[in-house]
Each structure stands twice: as C-alpha cells, then as structure tokens.
C-alpha cells in the first residue's frame, strides 16, 4: 500500500452538521490556492487544482471557502477541479466580508450584499444551493439581526441549504438563533490560540459544528511542549496541534489551508495521530484560555 493509500481524513471519525450532512472531521480550508494575499489566482494553477482533488483523494468531505478568496478564485478553482461534486462532499462558503486588494478586508454584510454575494458563490460553485452558508464577520455598519434575516430568507427559498456563522462572540450566536437555526461557527482557534475556549464549549452545549480557522496557528512556531510531544509520537508539530483539535471536542472540524499537496498529506495524517491522555492534558495545560474568558 502507497503511502497515501494509508492516510484518511476518515481517521478522523465523524460529525453530523445541521441534522443530515456528515462529514469526516478533518476538513480542508481552500483561502491558501489563490495568489499572494489571498489576491488573484494562484502562481501554480495545476498544484492548486492537484490540491483540491488530492483532498478529495485522502476522504475530505468538507472543504472551506469564500466568495472573498481571490476574490472569486476559490470557489471557481473549486467547481474546476471538482465538478460534479463526489456524492457527501459538502461545501461551506462564505460571504459578507469583501477583498478590495491582496492582504485587504473590508465588511459588507448589508441584505443586499450579502444576496448578491450568495448568486455569484451559487453560479461559480455551479450548485442550486450552498450546504453551508457563512456569515463571514458581523458588520459594525449594518444591524446583525439584518444580516442574518437576509441569511434566512434565502434559506427560506431553497438557496441555503444551512446559515452558519464566522467571527463572532457567544451572543452573536444566541441573537442569531433566535432568527434561524445555526449549524456552525468558524472562529480563529488552534492549540496556540484559545480565545475562543468557551465558545467551543457553547457549541459542543448546544449541538453546533465548530470549525477553528488557522488551526495551525498559520504555521507559526507554538510552545515547545507541543514539539516534546511530537517527538515523542514520531509526529510533527502540525499534526500534533491538528490531533489536539481534534481531541478537544468532538464538534470541532479542522480546515488546515494549504497550497501545497505534501502539506496536505502531513495534515491530514493527523487525522489518525492519538495524543495520549496524559500528553493531551499537559498540551492543555500550556495554552490555557485568558483567565476573563473561562468559566
Ligand atoms: N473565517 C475567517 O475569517 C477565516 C480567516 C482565515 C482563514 N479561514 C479559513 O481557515 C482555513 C485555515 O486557515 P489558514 O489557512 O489561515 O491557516 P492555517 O491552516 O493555520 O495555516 C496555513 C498556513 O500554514 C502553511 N501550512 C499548511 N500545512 C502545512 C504543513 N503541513 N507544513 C508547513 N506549513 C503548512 C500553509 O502554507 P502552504 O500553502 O505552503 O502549505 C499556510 O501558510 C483557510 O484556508 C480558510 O479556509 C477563515
């Protein structure tokens, strides 16, 4: 058997999002095959496209995007390389927050943005309706409420098949529950990055995916007790910080981006890697949440 033949994101067991969409928990994130600051398409378009079916390969089943990735270039790369879709594969987009230029954001989660933004990710995708539909960020400039009633209305009509959320506090989720159900939550989260500790609680509580953005701290160096521990399981750093998310609760979907298909490979091995218990709690330990956030 090859070496890829051994590694599955199917290692990592499953979660049920929404009721009826069962994925793998170890998910793909698709912002890193576009170009330089997530601007335009990428330098080497084969390797994009190769990463994508490569992460079909290896038994992903959720895969991360953005109306705003490239902006455009995501979703269509996607559709390019793998249109018609597997049958399971489930795809979470996003809109409300804009790309004006490379390494720039801008908020736009008016209604009629937000509806506009939802066609362009329904023809470039080339589905009838979006599995996932995030919020990218609440927009200071509209009401939330606002943003998310035009989330729901086109849910109402067919387009979305779920609305999910990104970048947002606990009561962000409990305001937008109150207008539609919310199947997930995408916050930035890894081993090196716990701010969002109790909203990983609030979702396990309450029956919501939670998929951490940069669940590998961007490649940055973390602590090194998470090297000890690697060491230790003949793993690397990434992985072990992908095992620890994994670990940490079982509604949590990594979505590791990567441009790269070795880097896919090393991640998504992860998806079988078991950090003891001991090693698990100690890892804990280290990267505690900010002292006002818990409880
Ligand atoms: N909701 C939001 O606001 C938001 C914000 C940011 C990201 N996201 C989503 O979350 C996903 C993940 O976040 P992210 O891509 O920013 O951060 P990440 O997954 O923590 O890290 C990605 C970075 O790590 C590198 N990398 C990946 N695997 C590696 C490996 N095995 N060895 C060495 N380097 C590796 C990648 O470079 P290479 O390409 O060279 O592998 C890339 O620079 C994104 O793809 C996107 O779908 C959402």
Known sequence: MSKTQTISAAASGTLTIGGDLTVNRMGYGAMRITGPGIWGPPAGKAAALATLRQAVELDVNL?????????????????????????????????????????????????????????????????????????????????????????AKLREQGKIRHVALSNVTREHIERARKIVPIVSVQNRYSFADRESDFIVDYCEQNDIAFFPWAPLGQAKEAHAAIKKVADELHATPLQVALAWLLQRSKMIVPIPGTSSVTHLEENVAAAGLQVPQAAFDRLSAVSHPPASLRG
């Open 63 to 151: 895969i991360d995007t953005a109306d705003s990735y490239g902006p455009k270039v995501s979703e269509e790369l996607i559709a390019e390389a793998l249109y018609p879709y597997p049958a399971g594969l489930v795809i979470a987009t996003k809109g409300g927050w804009e790309r004006p230029g490379p390494g720039q954001w801008t908020h736009n989660a008016s209604p009629k943005h937000l509806t506009e933004a939802l066609e362009g990710s329904l023809k470039r995708l080339r589905v009838d309706r979006i599995d996932i539909h995030q919020l990218h960020a609440p927009d200071n400039a509209v009401s939330f409420e606002a943003s998310v009633e035009a989330l």
